[in-house]
């Protein structure tokens, strides 16, 4: 088993840009989020997500949008890139405990 | 609002020392509290966790107790090493897919 893994690695992107974060998990997980990881900080809920099809706002979703059309997948879309919006970006799945991903750190400038 | 306060927010020990790092919480409906070890530029791994039915669990060098009524769990690090070095995050969970984490604890263990 992969577990989650997340494409790009790194990003750098210009401010307006868009861009989307991959995520998929070979777990049969229905519950899969997605964090965001400020420098020394803690972890905050963008989106999260209860099966294929369903999506719900965690704490901080503005300036961001998911979908979920299969059970694996997962993917994070940026519009309009903001300098706001450096950090790195974990994506996740599980019930109770969560398993996460290697994390996309993405720099806007 | 549901809420995870963790503490201390950085913690220094020498090598060999014990560490503790204490959280609180809010919503009585928690029932599975996870510990998440985080090394520098990885991703948060589980370590240990506990429900709410038991009061401490140990897993070689590292333990979690809980107290329900008091509504606070700790997390403790006996005979640290180098290797203990990273950030720990306590969570909360009533049960379902909702998971609360604390802010951190940056835990340095001088050799």
Redesign the interface.
């Known amino acids: 088993n992969a577990g989650v893994t997340q494409t790009p690695k790194f990003r750098i992107l210009k401010i307006g840009q868009s861009m989307t974060l991959q995520c998929t998990q070979d777990m049969n997980h229905n519950?899969m989020y997605w964090y965001r990881q400020d420098p020394?900080?803690?972890?905050k809920l963008i989106y999260?997500s209860?099966g294929a099809g369903i999506t719900d706002k965690g704490e901080v979703p503005n300036g961001y949008n998911v979908s979920r059309s299969t059970t694996e997948d997962f993917p994070l879309r940026l519009e309009l890139a903001a300098p706001s919006q450096t950090s790195v970006y974990?994506c996740a799945s599980g019930?109770?405990?969560?398993f996460?991903?290697?994390?996309t750190r993405l720099t806007v400038l | 609002g549901e809420n995870v306060e963790q503490h201390p927010s950085t913690l220094s020990v020498q090598e060999g020392d014990s560490a503790v790092i204490k959280c609180t919480y809010s919503d009585s409906a928690s029932n599975?509290f996870?510990w998440?070890k985080q090394e520098l530029g990885?991703?948060?791994?589980?370590i240990i966790?506990i429900r709410s039915n038991v009061g401490e669990k140990k897993d070689q060098r590292i333990a979690v107790t809980l107290n329900k009524t008091a509504k606070h769990f700790s997390l403790h690090i006996t005979e640290t090493q180098p290797e203990d070095s990273a950030v720990y995050?306590c969570a909360t969970?009533t049960?379902?897919?909702?998971?609360i984490?604390?802010?951190?604890t940056?835990l340095f263990v001088k050799a």
Not at chain 1, 95 to 98: L, R, V
Not at chain 1, 100 to 103: E, H, M, N, T, V
Not at chain 2, 101 to 104: L, S, V
């Open positions: 519950y020394g900080m803690g972890l999260y209860v974990f019930y109770e405990e969560q996460f991903g290697p994390g | 599975y996870p998440y990885k991703r948060p791994q589980l966790d995050f969970n049960g379902g897919f909702k998971t984490f604390g802010a951190g940056r």
